[in-house]
């Protein structure tokens, strides 16, 4: 049952995948544990917004998984529950933790996924489209009725086998946020400055070059923004850092009022910092385990650590 | 004929290779351009203090090379010429210029290289012990009579194969600085910050890891510091980029007053600035065609991109 009533607004929607996944890191591994795009960047959005979710499970989907998105207070009208198993994902990470396999995919019911928003959802202010397939991506961007901030999100996967649909959606979004792989991916240019130039040249405002425990990079016509990644103490599961950093820099620009160069600056920053909370621990574990004051001190503590 | 007098002072001495190096990147070649730890890491300094050069060149060392030395004004009262020929290195740089390969190594002259400092060196303040063999830094370090703050940059080859030796100098050194890949081959442990501070443990106040393209890392008692590298627009070659960053940075440190967290940040910054220029052409090219200003130019410009 969906706790929220059917007329309340929410100030960001993030549609994306749900699933349950199985990992294994060179210190330990973990089955079944709740996953996917769309529960990393919700988590992490609700700390600073109200976040509506968007998404599908199975009839399998456990009342524990149900159970950590209530305690983050996520809207859950756009929740589908569909006849047939949660998707799952199981992957392993090699020693430096940068590099994974995917050892197993299986889109179970995320295969017939058709996202259908709420009417609530559709007047929401700020969109976030998570990693999935283009094609939906659209669907639901063309289901909202005028957004005032769009951002994607995408895989290297859509870049090889969707690239017309993709670059469609690219037009139409105010923000891309993509890794410094799929960025010369996309564009064929090897040198990232370069490939993320190229990128801001397909439509968006804002282009965000995300580099994993080297931090992100911001693109746009008032120039290029570094945001370094906190040095976390132990990097327990790398899994949604990339979803994290998305949904908490949306949440952030959410409750703001304006979206400048330098709110999304900011809001990258806390971003960063919801991500390292995030590897921290398997799953939501540890974004179960704080609060916004932990966030807030971290920001603190690194904006002391890159002051110069 | 070296200019210096026998008496005048110098800020800072460098000793370490200097070489003839013959480079492939993936957009362009060149054959015995003048490189070597302490030819970047000189020049990278003298924009901020007199540098006194420690090296040894064969008889077929270039007058270009010279020239070139000259006009970044850098003492040669320490630099040797030896029977034989100068030490020659080359490499090719893959497509993304993030790897290296070693194509040949000629020590030449090097392989018998005895550094023997001047008077007037002794006296100096701050020493460099740029990336030679760690029983060569020792002897520059004991011919010192009581430096006030001592640097040490090393490469893999001598973690593996003069270990002992190396852990002896890093003992003696105020600042240890290193590559992510050797800190974690040094200290055996993946992740880099628990790797840094088993560095820190070895005996230095600072530990500086140097991630390339993605910046570096200052350890101490005080804590960590970021300091992301700046986005050249176009990467000509990376050779040097590591000795520039040190000795811009020991050249700032030389020419300040106190040694404390916050100025060892700063000389971080402008060493990184020192860096991404010398990236943009090959040798000490680029370094030879800006001046102080530009370098305060690109510090005020990386400021506004780091602010948050």
Chains 1, 2 share one sequence.
């Not at 965000?208 to 599961?237: C, R, T």
Request: glycine share 8%.
């Amino acid at each position: 049952m969906m706790s929220q009533r059917g007329n309340d607004p929410v100030d960001l929607v993030v549609v994306g995948s749900i699933g349950l996944d199985t990992v294994k890191t060179p210190l330990a591994a973990r089955r079944d544990i709740l996953g996917g795009s769309v529960s990393y960047a919700c988590a992490a959005a609700s700390f600073f917004a109200r976040t509506g979710m968007v998404g599908v499970v199975g009839r399998d989907f456990p009342e524990r998984c149900r159970a950590a998105f209530r305690s983050f207070h996520i809207d859950r009208r756009g929740l589908q529950a569909a006849d047939g198993k949660t998707f799952r994902w199981s992957g392993v990470y090699e020693r430096n933790m940068n590099s994974r396999r995917t050892l197993s995919t299986d889109l179970n019911v995320f295969a017939d996924f058709a996202p259908d928003l709420p009417a609530a959802y559709r007047k929401s202010p700020f969109l976030f489209l998570a990693n999935i397939a283009p094609e939906l991506q659209a669907r639901v961007l063309s289901q909202m009725r005028a957004p005032r901030f769009v951002a994607a999100d995408t895989m290297d996967l859509w870049i090889k086998i969707a690239r017309p649909a993709l670059l469609k959606v690219i037009r139409r979004v105010d923000l891309l946020l993509l890794n410094d792989f799929e960025a010369r991916e996309l564009t064929g240019e090897e040198h990232l400055v370069q490939a993320a130039r190229r990128v801001l040249a397909l439509g968006p405002r804002y282009v965000i070059v995300k580099k994993g425990e080297h931090g992100s990079m911001v693109f746009s016509k008032h120039g290029l923004v570094l945001v370094p990644a906190y040095p976390v103490d132990e990097v327990q599961d790398p899994t949604g850092a990339g979803d994290a950093f998305a949904g908490g820099l949306m949440g952030v620009l959410a409750r703001g009022r304006r979206i400048t160069p330098l709110t999304v600056r900011r809001a990258m920053v806390y971003g960063a910092m919801v991500a390292s909370f995030t590897v921290e621990a398997f799953s939501l574990e540890k974004l179960r385990a704080i609060r916004r004051a932990d966030i807030e001190a971290r920001v603190r503590q690194f904006r002391r650590m890159i002051r110069c």
